[in-house]
């Protein structure tokens, strides 16, 4: 257990809709992660956060949003949902924003029909 | 052409076996190699970090970076059926203080049978 928390678990939607993916760092971590993994894309850097700033930006499409709150934890939304979006998406955290030691939660799979 | 190349396998062998996994890149900027190990349907798991080439041994764990062939490399020695996962390769270019992404390769998915 990697002291990441994401919720939910599993997630099915239909095109067209809104979905918001949580993710609660490990205890100290100040920088968070968000990935997509996909059979065809493998697993992708999307977007970083650190202490509530956005500090990195990967292929992040602009249907997608994210933002970190005071309290650290961070949201991934996820509009307009096409079926090419049905992915496992990641979080991760780390302590500092430059850190390439980066700690994986157990992932929210979407499924979108 | 992928910044980072690995063969996904899948990949079979004996319990006790040793086990070798690739990966090489074209970007010159990475200077920071990681494996990670995922089991299926769970998230990705940190083993090995090293920083410009060399060697980093950990346990049963073997990593190797050879920058000027731009290649990486994990050993398994005496490998067992609980080493049965992905193995993802993941690099990074030089470290900022202002963020951070991991470049991953695909995966190889490794069996270890009894």
């Known amino acids: 257990d990697s002291g990441v928390t994401q919720t939910p678990k599993h997630l099915i939607t239909a095109t067209g809709q809104r979905v918001t993916l949580r993710c609660s760092p490990r205890?100290?971590?100040?920088?968070v992660y968000w990935y997509q993994q996909s059979l065809d894309q493998g697993l992708q850097f999307l977007i970083q956060?650190?202490?509530?700033?956005?500090?990195a930006k990967g292929n992040i499409l602009e249907r997608f949003s994210a933002q970190q709150f005071p309290d650290l934890h961070s949201e991934l939304n996820l509009s307009s949902l096409e079926l090419g979006d049905s992915a496992l998406y990641f979080c991760?955290?780390?302590?500092?924003?430059?850190?390439?030691?980066?700690?994986f939660g157990p992932g929210t799979r979407l499924t979108v029909l | 052409q992928k910044e980072v190349e690995q063969d996904p396998g899948p990949l079979s062998v004996p319990e006790g076996a040793i086990v070798s996994l690739n990966c090489t890149y074209s970007n010159s900027a990475f200077q920071y190699f990681m494996w990670y190990r995922q089991y299926s349907r769970k998230g990705p798991e940190l083993l090995m970090y090293?920083?410009?080439?060399g060697n980093k041994e950990d346990g049963r764990f073997t990593a190797q970076v050879d920058k000027s062939s731009k290649y990486i490399s994990l050993f398994i020695r005496d490998s067992q059926p609980s080493d049965s996962a992905t193995y993802l390769c993941a690099m990074s270019g030089m470290r900022e203080t202002s963020g951070s992404r991991l470049t991953f390769g695909e995966g190889t998915q490794l069996t270890v049978n009894p």
């Open positions: 991760a955290s780390s302590v500092t924003p430059g850190s390439n030691e980066q700690f």
């Open positions: 956060y650190y202490n509530g700033e956005e500090r």
């Open positions: 205890s100290g971590d100040l920088s």
């Open positions: 090293t920083y410009s080439s």
